[in-house]
């Protein structure tokens, strides 16, 4: 996928969105602003508990590897028992 055609992703659809990758990985985007996108490279924090806390861990994509990007479900804060 172009770098282009994921700002257009992130644009126009709501969070939260999941990043279908070629290799099989599904990375989950809170929010838009958690995603850097450059033509030759896509940077996701994930993990952050909050809005403006932390990330946990950032994942790093090529463009050319991620397949599809679409709507999911807001994962929960925390693990009810």
Request: charged share 20%.
């Given at each position: 996928m172009k770098a282009d055609t994921?700002?257009?992703?992130?644009?126009?659809?709501?969070?939260?969105?999941?990043?279908?990758?070629?290799?099989?990985?599904?990375?989950?985007?809170?929010?838009?602003?958690?995603?850097?996108?450059?033509?030759?490279?896509?940077?996701?924090?994930?993990?952050?508990?909050a809005p403006g806390l932390l990330v946990k861990e950032i994942i790093l994509l090529a463009p050319d590897h991620i397949v599809r990007i679409g709507r999911t479900r807001r994962k929960p804060l925390r693990k009810v028992a």
């Open positions: 994921i700002r257009q992703h992130l644009n126009t659809t709501k969070a939260p969105l999941n990043f279908y990758a070629s290799d099989g990985r599904i990375v989950y985007v809170d929010h838009p602003e958690s995603v850097l996108i450059s033509d030759h490279l896509v940077a996701i924090g994930s993990g952050a508990d």
